[in-house]
């Protein structure tokens, strides 16, 4: 998704692309300035625009092309995400005149029936400041998610299980953006302006925290075979490189360097892109993002487990 401007410089709307592969470009949708995107989940993703006095969350197919509606609320639906099990949608409202947050709801995918809150608004805290984004993160396994709440540079996390139990909140001034979390470890920049910026595991049992890179750029956290891996671009004066380490800090290797143009493509959260990738890989895009074009370098893919590396399209899942 990409912001679409005007002659002096104001929002006038966001522009998604979506297709299938490596370079098979399905269709572009032009959206109002307060709209989102959310997966692919399966080949459907999500898509919220809002007019100004009603908020639309619809289902986009990408093989087929056609589109069907979820949620019309006067509410602004902010963000939602698709439960992994495929039974739910859940979304972070505001408040249309005060933008007062609103909390976490819940509605059944199928329309059976209605939404219900399952998270309070957050309580104002002046160590964070006036939030001003609010995302959605699975965990590896699928069984837990991140609803992560940012101020200027701070964030506060709060996990909840997709079968229910109690709620887990990290809010710890001194920790930034999520980058990905499996089991009781909680991987996220520590509270910067940029990067560089210290990469910081949490356990959230003993509270203990481990810095797997000290100067970090951009990252990700996957599931390989071997476990859920922290993936991450380095800098040594001279070139870039990639390396994977475990979640506790532990099996630290290294990935290679990036070819020429091309960066780590992170969380769709940071990159403003997306694609589903088989287990083990990631991808090496121009500027750590997918091109909506022909134009740019063409994509990479490399398996973690051993540094193999193919162009996009030859992956297979």
Not at 25 to 41: M, N, Q
Request: net charge negative; aromatic share 4%.
């Amino acid at each position: 998704m990409d912001p679409v401007l005007g002659d002096d410089g104001d929002l006038r709307g966001q522009r998604l692309t979506v297709g299938l592969g490596g370079g098979r470009v399905a269709k572009t949708l032009d959206l109002p300035p307060e709209s989102f995107a959310a997966g692919p989940f399966g080949r459907v993703i999500l898509v919220g625009s809002d007019d100004g006095s009603i908020s639309r969350v619809q289902a986009f197919d990408v093989a087929n092309g056609c589109a069907w509606a979820i949620a019309d609320e006067r509410a602004v639906i902010r963000r939602a995400t698709v439960d992994p099990a495929g039974s739910g949608i859940y979304e972070t409202r505001v408040d249309r005149a005060s933008r007062a947050d609103l909390g976490v709801w819940l509605r059944p995918l199928d329309g059976s029936g209605p939404a219900r809150r399952i998270l309070p608004p957050l309580p104002a805290d002046d160590r964070f400041g006036r939030t001003f984004s609010t995302e959605f993160t699975w965990d590896v396994a699928g069984e837990r998610l991140a609803v992560q709440s940012c101020g200027e540079v701070a964030c506060r996390t709060r996990l909840i299980a997709r079968q229910g139990g109690p709620t887990v909140t990290l809010d710890d001034p001194d920790l930034g953006v999520l980058i990905g979390f499996d089991g009781h470890q909680v991987v996220t920049y520590d509270a910067c302006r940029g990067t560089p910026c210290p990469i910081v595991s949490t356990d959230l049992e003993s509270g203990t925290r481990t810095v797997l890179e000290a100067d970090g750029g951009p990252a990700i956290v996957l599931g390989t075979q071997d476990g859920a891996r922290l993936v991450h671009e380095t800098w040594d004066g001279t070139s870039r490189g990639l390396y994977s380490v475990a979640l506790d800090g532990a099996a630290r290797a290294d990935l290679g360097s990036l070819p020429e143009r091309l960066g780590l493509h992170p969380s769709a959260i940071q990159a403003g892109s997306a694609t589903r990738l088989p287990l083990g890989w990631i991808l090496l895009a121009p500027e750590g993002r997918l091109p909506a074009d022909h134009t740019s370098p063409r994509p990479q893919l490399r398996h973690v487990p051993d540094g193999m590396t193919v162009p996009l399209d030859e992956a297979t899942r």
